[in-house]
């Protein structure tokens, strides 16, 4: 009777320790994923396709702005017309790409409020500046100004270690 309660214990702990040790390990590689994330919203699933070819077709002529910066209509508007993109034409966006950025881009932008005016560039996107709480934004705010605070910006890596 003494043996057989002996190894039921004995079992129990090595179950619970592997359970502990699991878990620990568990939580150590997602913490260890999310300091490795370049992306503020690191894209999943479906999306990571979009996303790819966002920065395919984005960072090679300027440094990828994070979805979350304009508005929804706005990355819309960029994707309608990639003949004049800027005063740019991007070469070789198909439709079906278009449709897979697209995608990612509705997915991790935001949507105006009803009688909001549609900012053309980021620094007139209030969601850009709700990203930036508190921080004293150099004038002119471009695009080429995010580096000063975002050094990997290049690399789609806007995480700021203050």
Same mark, same amino acid.
């Given at each position: 009777? *003494?043996? #057989?309660?002996? #190894? =039921?214990?004995?079992?129990?702990?090595?179950?619970?320790? !592997? &359970?502990? /040790?699991?878990?620990? *390990? +568990? +939580?150590?590689?997602?913490?260890?994923?999310?300091?490795h994330t370049k992306s503020v919203d690191r894209a999943t699933g479906n999306f990571t396709v979009?996303?790819?070819?966002?920065?395919?077709? $984005? !960072?090679? $002529? @300027?440094?990828?702005?994070?979805?979350?910066v304009l508005p929804q209509e706005t990355w819309q508007r960029i994707l309608e017309n990639p003949?004049? @993109?800027?005063? *740019?034409?991007?070469?070789?966006? =198909?439709?079906?790409?278009? %449709? &897979?950025?697209?995608?990612?881009?509705?997915?991790? +932008?935001?949507? &105006? &409020?009803?009688?909001?005016? %549609?900012?053309?560039?980021?620094?007139? +996107?209030?969601? /850009?500046?709700?990203? @930036?709480? #508190?921080?004293?934004?150099? =004038?002119?705010? =471009?695009?080429?100004? $995010?580096?000063?605070? @975002?050094?990997?910006?290049?690399?789609?890596?806007?995480?700021?270690?203050?």
């Amino acid at each position: 009777m *003494v043996k #057989k309660r002996w #190894k =039921t214990f004995i079992i129990a702990f090595i179950v619970g320790c !592997s &359970l502990i /040790f699991g878990w620990g *390990v +568990s +939580s150590g590689l997602q913490g260890l994923a999310q300091a490795h994330t370049k992306s503020v919203d690191r894209a999943t699933g479906n999306f990571t396709v979009g996303e790819e070819f966002y920065l395919q077709y $984005c !960072s090679t $002529c @300027h440094i990828p702005i994070p979805p979350a910066v304009l508005p929804q209509e706005t990355w819309q508007r960029i994707l309608e017309n990639p003949g004049n @993109h800027y005063g *740019v034409r991007i070469e070789g966006l =198909t439709g079906f790409t278009q %449709r &897979l950025m697209w995608q990612y881009l509705q997915n991790y +932008s935001r949507q &105006l &409020l009803r009688d909001e005016i %549609r900012p053309q560039y980021m620094a007139q +996107s209030r969601y /850009f500046f709700a990203l @930036h709480p #508190k921080v004293d934004l150099p =004038t002119p705010t =471009t695009i080429n100004t $995010c580096i000063q605070c @975002h050094p990997q910006a290049q690399d789609f890596n806007y995480r700021v270690d203050f």
